[in-house]
């Protein structure tokens, strides 16, 4: 039997999202035919105003809804210091852990020569840049422990390093091939307490 278009479509939407199978997007789309019209328009609402009003902060990268963003607007946070990660779930997760309290650099990405993403295609320029016109002693590098998140800090380390900024790299509190996004508190704790130098 084949589902009306309507929902048909529907179900094809949700499967664009990844990690998302066809029996989910099923399940997903009968639930939202089942709730009341009002919440069904609050969703698809915040859907229309989340890629509407979210842009990117000019300094760090992050994701905002002010430019620049709250982070970088915050002038009590440790400007000697800065972290560079792979993406903005990364800035969420470690801002979770309360204990960080420098700028952040999101580079959007990692560099990854089988995926065709090389230094130009991050957001590597803008934070040499940063480097030059800031007064930043150390740069904790916070890529994830995959071969392409090493890749990408000791490529980072070997450009930051001649201009005498200390590069660190996260303690391997995070296990290899896991992600900063989805690590708990404790284990980011001690991975920034045990970060070493590159």
Same mark, same amino acid.
């Given at each position: 039997? *084949?589902?009306?278009?309507?929902?048909?479509?529907?179900?094809?939407?949700?499967?664009?999202? #990844?990690?998302?199978?066809?029996?989910?997007?099923?399940r997903?789309?009968?639930?939202?035919l089942?709730? #009341?019209?009002?919440?069904?328009?609050?969703?698809? *609402?915040?859907?229309?105003?989340?890629?509407?009003?979210?842009?990117?902060?000019?300094?760090?990268?992050?994701?905002?809804? *002010?430019?620049?963003?709250?982070?970088? &607007?915050?002038?009590?946070? !440790?400007?000697?210091?800065?972290?560079?990660?792979?993406?903005?779930?990364?800035?969420?997760?470690?801002?979770?852990? *309360?204990?960080?309290?420098?700028y952040?650099?999101?580079?959007?990405?990692?560099? &990854? #020569?089988?995926?065709?993403?090389?230094? !130009?295609?991050?957001?590597?320029?803008?934070?040499?840049?940063?480097?030059? !016109?800031?007064?930043?002693?150390?740069?904790?590098?916070?890529?994830?422990?995959?071969?392409?998140?090493?890749?990408?800090?000791?490529?980072?380390?070997?450009?930051?390093? #001649?201009?005498?900024?200390?590069?660190?790299?996260?303690?391997?509190?995070? &296990?290899?091939? &896991? !992600?900063?996004?989805?690590?708990?508190?404790?284990?980011?704790?001690?991975?920034?307490?045990?970060?070493?130098?590159?």
């Amino acid at each position: 039997m *084949q589902y009306p278009a309507p929902i048909a479509k529907l179900i094809n939407s949700f499967t664009k999202l #990844p990690g998302i199978g066809a029996k989910t997007a099923a399940r997903l789309a009968f639930y939202i035919l089942e709730m #009341p019209e009002a919440e069904v328009l609050e969703f698809a *609402q915040n859907l229309i105003n989340a890629k509407r009003d979210l842009t990117y902060c000019s300094i760090c990268g992050n994701i905002t809804d *002010q430019d620049p963003c709250a982070i970088c &607007s915050d002038d009590t946070r !440790d400007k000697e210091i800065i972290l560079v990660v792979e993406d903005t779930r990364d800035v969420m997760a470690m801002e979770r852990l *309360q204990e960080y309290r420098g700028y952040y650099h999101v580079l959007g990405g990692v560099l &990854s #020569p089988m995926e065709g993403t090389g230094p !130009d295609d991050l957001s590597i320029a803008p934070l040499i840049k940063r480097l030059s !016109d800031e007064e930043v002693k150390e740069v904790i590098i916070a890529t994830n422990a995959t071969s392409e998140g090493e890749a990408t800090a000791v490529y980072l380390s070997r450009l930051i390093k #001649p201009s005498g900024i200390k590069v660190t790299r996260l303690a391997h509190g995070l &296990s290899v091939g &896991s !992600d900063i996004e989805y690590a708990d508190e404790m284990t980011l704790f001690r991975a920034i307490e045990g970060r070493r130098e590159l």
